[in-house]
């Protein structure tokens, strides 16, 4: 390594680690004040935008605390800044946390890795470049006759926490007995939405994802009620088809192939 490489090696440490990391020599500290105080504010600023949730149950100094953890100690896979929340949340599943912060963060707050990601999908959705494909489809048609097509930007998740209810006012200490499913989609006026759904809900938009072989709202609620070896398939089919109408509304299913 040649002497500039290592300056810059030992500079770009000490502004991810200043307390540790040793400035190189010869650069005046009010400057290297300047660059410290600026990268890292920009990073915690612009994490806090991308997850004002998790920033708002936060305090000041675990907040703080976090985004130091994650300057100092997370290798990004890309330099992006609109990937840069995807790396916190990967940050946060690895578990790079100290132990210092493991003590203040991840067990008060044992639904943050969850709660993060549920705000990135939201992020990742509004991001999403794709556009909601009409063409080949009916919107009207009979979503029992024919195959419902399901929003392709739509994301079916499950989590231990009631994500979309934490907030300062309700931050739950323990799991809850059941999990918490809920659909997060993007509409055709291009707002992130999302669903709770029960488990009748959460099968039926997995069957809907899963329809390689075009199968027909009514083929695919009869192989639901043969699931659950329900006496009657016809009471399924029932609440299945006003569980598809009530998709179609909100623009989950965008009609019939």
């Not at 979503?143 to 989590?159: D, H, K, M, Q, R």
Request: net charge negative; with cysteine.
């Amino acid at each position: 390594m040649n002497s500039f490489q290592a300056i810059q090696y030992q500079f770009t440490r000490h502004i991810r680690d200043p307390e540790h990391a040793p400035a190189p020599q010869d650069i005046e500290a009010r400057r290297m004040a300047i660059y410290r105080d600026l990268l890292f504010r920009n990073v915690a600023g612009f994490l806090a935008g991308s997850f004002p949730v998790v920033r708002k149950i936060l305090k000041d100094s675990e907040w703080h605390d976090l985004i130091r953890d994650y300057f100092r100690n997370h290798q990004a896979r890309t330099p992006l800044f609109p990937k840069m929340p995807q790396e916190f949340l990967q940050y946060l599943q690895d578990a790079r946390q100290t132990v210092e912060n493991e003590e203040t963060v991840a067990k008060l707050y044992p639904f943050l890795t969850e709660l993060a990601h549920y705000e990135w999908v939201e992020l990742a959705l509004s991001l999403d470049v794709r556009e909601i494909r009409e063409q080949g489809l009916d919107p009207s048609g009979d979503l029992l006759s024919g195959v419902p097509v399901l929003n392709e930007l739509s994301w079916s998740l499950a989590y231990h926490y009631p994500v979309h209810r934490i907030g300062p006012d309700y931050l739950p200490e323990e799991k809850p007995a059941q999990p918490t499913c809920l659909l997060v989609y993007r509409d055709r006026a291009d707002q992130v939405r999302f669903i709770e759904l029960n488990p009748l809900a959460a099968r039926l938009v997995d069957c809907l994802k899963e329809n390689e072989d075009n199968k027909t709202g009514r083929d695919i609620l009869t192989g639901m009620a043969a699931e659950i070896a329900h006496p009657d398939p016809e009471v399924v089919i029932k609440g299945g088809s006003a569980l598809l109408e009530d998709m179609r509304e909100k623009e989950v299913i965008l009609g019939v192939r």
